[in-house]
């Protein structure tokens, strides 16, 4: 673990929920720590992109794309990623956390492996790279470094799709390839791009280094190796392992093939051919073949010389030893005999004429079977070839147009279905699945179904009416929606900035591949209140919350007792405990305002009805203001679960001095 220099996250919570506990490791695009989800109360692992990355705008979102969709692969040889987030500087990304080492680190403890223990890790490594290849996802960065060995033994892979957003994005760094440099294939040096057979190149050198314990190219800068992949083809592995098996050696040959047509056509496929040659290993290869590594130089692994045997015509002794005709034998550095003549003992002569002769009939006959069998071979081949064709494992997660012209260019013939089908792997729009299934083996000429994905299954639309802005927008991105249309319309209820409503409206089924519309409130709308009553029209805006305040004026041609002006005027937007002043008219007194007759006036006594102040979304200590100066009495109700009010009875209009209950 790193922790030779103190780290300044650790000890942070990001997000308000990951608290950061330890860092593990740092590399060229991210540090790693162990953290602690708050909310969830597990153990996971933090990759915090670093600073000049996440100051690029175009690379982060590349990012958050490509952890959406390594988010969407389940596979238990893939590391999970759980969440993707930023808070503030920091843009990172919550992934399983995976106790052990890597594979890197299991290599360096032992230099190499054996063809078995090479092929087993292979196995699930590639099992991996082929969920992601189905799901339309390329690694581009297949390393010992990204391969994860559990304490339990399992192998899990990790960083999917993170090179292809770093790759992507629009910073350059002069004279360096970016990526890693050992394991690209030639289409990514020469062009930059990449497919599932680069992944399959990657995992070809993954294996050349797993079985010897080196890179095949190696160079003084990362140039001269981009310019070996390019230029040079990959050493069989038993050029630096000797005795390794041949079937061995072509795994790793067909794999690195510079022209990808020649390499199997996916993980899946090269999954496969793993798979057989680990099957038909000779039991205890690795044991045998270490001990002869050990022990003895590589270059000393000769045919046995002949110097003096003693036959009874079908086994051989040296030294007291007896070993059949044909076995080789190893011999220490300097054991070769010295060339010139020798004296042999004296032998019977028919005796080994016998055994040579035995021996050279056996290999003509072995020699004629294998050319028959290279012929018949052929022979099949050519008689068959271009008759079939498999359905790509790419053509899942392609557009429709794209996966119609792959298709078709290799003979075969393609239908679209009529309906979509939702999926939680693939994007909107795009092939989320073929019948036949990708792998199927076709005859030219025959159809291939698409179906068309509709995106991810529906899901309830939360309830965010009355919440902030942000606090709705943050729900519905917690639930996996994104936010659409956002539309600001006046509301006599609900606050300014506070959602009005939603659309489609909480409750309803919606896929979260389609964004979800919010109505936010601009706050309430005050009316025209000119040529009212004066007391109607004050009680109407202390019932909106408003801070009313009355003056009075002259004008002896309009009734009095009547609003002549407001401030602020009609259709003006206000928020409550807003100050609003209305001057209402009166008549000149002759003897005093007490004797003044201010015209019409509104009806009194207990049964007066006035308006009821909403008071939803106040405090409680504000809500008892609002109805006590409106005329009303305020009962808080027995269930008190927060500081604000989410409910009051009744609603509308109310003789003076009733009593409101409200509740929170």
Not at 50 to 65: E, G, K, P, S, Y
Not at 396 to 415: E, H, I, N, P, Y
Not at 618 to 625: K, M, S
């Amino acid at each position: 673990m790193d922790t030779t220099v103190a780290d300044p996250l650790v000890g942070q919570v990001l997000d308000g929920r990951y608290r950061i506990e330890s860092r593990i490791a740092r590399g060229g695009m991210a540090t790693v720590y162990v953290a602690r989800d708050i909310r969830l109360d597990r153990t996971v692992a933090i990759k915090v992109m670093h600073a000049h990355l996440a100051a690029d705008d175009d690379f982060v979102r590349r990012f958050i794309d490509e952890a959406k969709a390594a988010a969407a692969l389940s596979h238990p040889n893939v590391v999970a990623v759980y969440d993707q987030r930023t808070d503030g500087e920091h843009v990172f990304l919550v992934m399983e956390y995976v106790p052990g080492r890597t594979l890197r680190d299991l290599l360096s403890e032992r230099e190499r492996l054996g063809p078995r223990a090479a092929l087993e890790i292979m196995q699930p490594v590639l099992a991996a790279l082929g969920a992601a290849h189905r799901a339309g996802l390329v690694h581009r960065d297949v390393k010992p470094e990204n391969v994860l060995i559990a304490e339990d033994g399992q192998a899990k892979v990790a960083d999917f799709g993170l090179a292809r957003a770093e790759t992507a994005s629009k910073m350059t760094r002069t004279g360096v390839i970016i990526g890693t440099v050992g394991y690209l294939a030639p289409e990514q040096v020469l062009a930059g791009r990449a497919d599932v057979r680069s992944d399959v190149y990657a995992a070809g050198i993954l294996l050349y280094e797993l079985l010897t314990g080196e890179l095949p190219h190696r160079g003084d800068t990362p140039l001269a190796v981009a310019y070996k992949h390019v230029n040079e083809v990959v050493p069989p592995p038993s050029a630096a392992v000797p005795g390794l098996p041949p079937q061995v050696d072509a795994l790793v040959s067909r794999a690195t093939s510079h022209d990808p047509a020649q390499r199997p056509q996916d993980a899946n496929a090269f999954l496969a051919a793993v798979a057989e040659v680990a099957n038909g290993l000779p039991p205890g290869i690795d044991e045998r073949l270490a001990d002869q590594l050990d022990g003895h130089n590589a270059t000393s692994v000769l045919p046995t010389p002949a110097p003096a045997p003693v036959s009874d015509g079908r086994t051989a002794v040296y030294d007291g030893a007896a070993i059949p005709p044909g076995a080789t034998r190893t011999m220490a550095p300097g054991g070769i005999p010295p060339a010139g003549p020798h004296t042999a003992p004296p032998r019977p002569r028919g005796a080994g004429d016998r055994v040579i002769g035995a021996l050279t009939g056996r290999y003509v006959l072995i020699a004629i079977g294998t050319i028959a069998a290279v012929v018949l071979g052929w022979a099949v081949w050519y008689q068959v070839s271009g008759q079939y064709e498999h359905v790509p494992n790419t053509i899942v997660g392609m557009t429709v147009s794209d996966a119609r012209s792959t298709l078709q260019g290799k003979g075969l013939t393609v239908q679209v279905g009529r309906q979509k089908v939702y999926s939680d792997r693939v994007s909107k729009g795009r092939v989320a699945r073929t019948d036949p299934a990708p792998g199927t083996r076709l005859t030219q000429g025959q159809a291939v179904t698409l179906y068309e994905s509709k995106g991810r299954e529906p899901k309830r639309v939360p309830d965010v009416v009355g919440k902030s802005q942000s606090e709705a927008t943050r729900t519905l991105r917690d639930e996996g929606f994104t936010v659409g249309q956002v539309r600001r319309a006046s509301s006599q209820s609900v606050p300014k900035d506070h959602v009005v409503s939603t659309s489609p409206r909480a409750g309803d089924m919606q896929s979260p591949d389609e964004p979800v519309g919010l109505v936010v409130s601009n706050g309430m709308t005050m009316p025209s209140l000119v040529g009212q009553n004066g007391e109607d029209a004050a009680d109407q805006l202390r019932g909106m919350g408003l801070d009313v305040k009355v003056e009075k004026s002259k004008d002896g041609s309009r009734p009095p007792n009547t609003v002549l002006s407001q401030n602020p005027p009609a259709g003006t937007a206000v928020s409550r405990d807003d100050r609003v002043t209305l001057v209402v008219n009166k008549k000149d007194c002759l003897f005093g305002d007490f004797l003044c007759d201010e015209g019409p006036r509104r009806g009194g006594g207990d049964d007066e009805q006035l308006p009821i102040p909403t008071v939803i979304g106040r405090t409680f200590g504000e809500a008892r203001q609002a109805l006590e100066s409106s005329g009303f009495r305020m009962r808080v109700g027995s269930r008190r679960l927060g500081d604000r009010v989410i409910g009051q009875n009744p609603l509308g209009n109310a003789p003076r001095g009733s009593v409101v209950t409200v509740w929170g």
